[in-house]
């Protein structure tokens, strides 16, 4: 008897291996805690009328309860151990690490609107609950709240010279966000999209905001542009990793971890690595079926079918396009741990930032 549609998704989903090392909520508990602790006294400096707008941001970020449903943090905590590892301290980063993540979080409020994403983390977005007007704003006032956490760093004693230069990172990093987010947005209607066009989208999109936050925390550390340059390059081929692996795990997983539903990309229509790599080398059967399934509409359109969706994967099960996008996500892995190897710290310092590592995607 053949399987159906739905129980073929479901096996071809529990097949796939996602290993991760490390929990970094776990490991790193003092330093996330810290990262939410700063980030929520920037909220609680603003009150008066628009207290709602705060506490609209307050749920968006998880700190409206002590429990509160709440991201990883990782691109915050990967400045901190940049900057731990040059000077031995986490605190004074801080606000550059809040700062980062107020940054992150508002091209996410933005990006579910833009998506039509009713929910992050198990909660209904900001846009589900109280509209897309007041949604566009919050993202926004995250966007400013952003960059004046950013100003918190002067009280803590870093120049105004330093202060200047990692805002200027930091606007040529949303810059390259919004690039990524155009091209992310307009691989939607293309019906090909190549696997070097997929590497520009991520590489502004993902890799720059991690190449950035590690950056970030190396400005603050020292003067020395080679050091900063070299951490910059060690973030960003971490975070071309990122993604790929985040890649596989959205076609192929049911995740518990981000809400999504099973092989949630491939319901959404998402040109993700998988995808594209299968676009330019499966059978050509393969590839006219797979433009055919994704030329009925992007992710906005109505969700695809089970029996599409089973289709989908079978041909990138087919053309071997998981098992390349693992390769390709731990090859930039592995190129990020050879940097890391290689970065001008202490060697019992880099602990931390090889189990952040090994985080993103485990051997």
């Given at each position: 008897m053949s399987s159906s549609p739905r129980s073929r998704v479901t096996r071809l989903v529990e097949e796939v291996e996602y290993p991760s090392g490390v929990d970094i909520r776990i490991e790193f508990t003092r330093q996330v805690d810290q990262i939410d602790g700063e980030m929520s006294r920037v909220l609680d400096e603003r009150g008066g009328h628009a207290r709602g707008l705060y506490e609209m941001l307050a749920y968006h970020l998880g700190l409206d309860a002590v429990d509160g449903t709440r991201g990883k943090r990782l691109r915050p905590l990967l400045g901190l151990l940049a900057y731990h590892s040059l000077t031995g301290n986490y605190d004074a980063a801080l606000p550059g690490a809040a700062a980062v993540e107020l940054g992150h979080n508002f091209s996410l409020v933005h990006d579910d609107i833009e998506d039509a994403d009713r929910e992050r983390r198990h909660r209904p977005t900001l846009w589900a609950i109280w509209g897309i007007p007041l949604a566009i704003n919050a993202g926004d006032a995250l966007f400013a709240l952003s960059r004046l956490a950013l100003y918190r760093l002067l009280d803590d004693g870093f120049s105004e010279k330093r202060v200047l230069e990692l805002m200027r990172v930091y606007d040529e990093t949303c810059l390259a966000l919004c690039e990524g987010q155009y091209l992310d947005i307009t691989f939607e209607r293309q019906e090909d999209v190549t696997v070097?066009?997929?590497?520009?989208?991520?590489?502004?999109?993902?890799?720059?905001?991690?190449?950035?936050?590690?950056?970030?925390?190396?400005?603050?550390?020292?003067?020395?542009?080679?050091?900063?340059?070299?951490?910059?390059?060690?973030?960003?081929?971490?975070?071309?990793?990122?993604?790929?692996?985040?890649?596989?795990?959205?076609?192929?997983?049911?995740?518990?971890?981000?809400?999504?539903?099973?092989?949630?990309?491939?319901?959404?229509?998402?040109?993700?690595?998988?995808?594209?790599?299968?676009?330019?080398?499966?059978?050509?059967?393969?590839?006219?079926?797979?433009?055919?399934?994704?030329?009925?509409?992007?992710?906005?359109?109505?969700?695809?079918?089970?029996?599409?969706?089973?289709?989908?994967?079978?041909?990138?099960?087919?053309?071997?396009?998981?098992?390349?996008?693992?390769?390709?996500?731990?090859?930039?892995?592995?190129?990020?741990?050879?940097q890391l190897e290689e970065l001008p710290c202490p060697p019992d310092r880099k602990g931390d930032l090889a189990a952040f590592v090994r985080s993103v995607i485990a051997a």
């Amino acid at each position: 008897m053949s399987s159906s549609p739905r129980s073929r998704v479901t096996r071809l989903v529990e097949e796939v291996e996602y290993p991760s090392g490390v929990d970094i909520r776990i490991e790193f508990t003092r330093q996330v805690d810290q990262i939410d602790g700063e980030m929520s006294r920037v909220l609680d400096e603003r009150g008066g009328h628009a207290r709602g707008l705060y506490e609209m941001l307050a749920y968006h970020l998880g700190l409206d309860a002590v429990d509160g449903t709440r991201g990883k943090r990782l691109r915050p905590l990967l400045g901190l151990l940049a900057y731990h590892s040059l000077t031995g301290n986490y605190d004074a980063a801080l606000p550059g690490a809040a700062a980062v993540e107020l940054g992150h979080n508002f091209s996410l409020v933005h990006d579910d609107i833009e998506d039509a994403d009713r929910e992050r983390r198990h909660r209904p977005t900001l846009w589900a609950i109280w509209g897309i007007p007041l949604a566009i704003n919050a993202g926004d006032a995250l966007f400013a709240l952003s960059r004046l956490a950013l100003y918190r760093l002067l009280d803590d004693g870093f120049s105004e010279k330093r202060v200047l230069e990692l805002m200027r990172v930091y606007d040529e990093t949303c810059l390259a966000l919004c690039e990524g987010q155009y091209l992310d947005i307009t691989f939607e209607r293309q019906e090909d999209v190549t696997v070097d066009a997929y590497l520009a989208m991520i590489g502004k999109k993902t890799a720059a905001l991690l190449g950035a936050s590690v950056q970030a925390g190396a400005i603050l550390a020292t003067d020395d542009a080679e050091v900063v340059e070299a951490y910059r390059h060690f973030g960003y081929d971490l975070g071309m990793a990122f993604q790929m692996a985040d890649d596989v795990k959205g076609t192929f997983w049911a995740s518990a971890e981000t809400g999504k539903p099973e092989a949630g990309d491939v319901r959404r229509r998402k040109k993700t690595l998988p995808l594209v790599w299968a676009l330019e080398h499966a059978a050509d059967a393969d590839r006219a079926r797979l433009r055919e399934i994704y030329a009925h509409g992007g992710p906005n359109d109505d969700a695809m079918s089970d029996e599409l969706v089973g289709d989908v994967l079978a041909i990138l099960e087919r053309c071997g396009a998981r098992d390349h996008a693992l390769s390709e996500a731990r090859r930039y892995r592995d190129v990020a741990i050879a940097q890391l190897e290689e970065l001008p710290c202490p060697p019992d310092r880099k602990g931390d930032l090889a189990a952040f590592v090994r985080s993103v995607i485990a051997a």
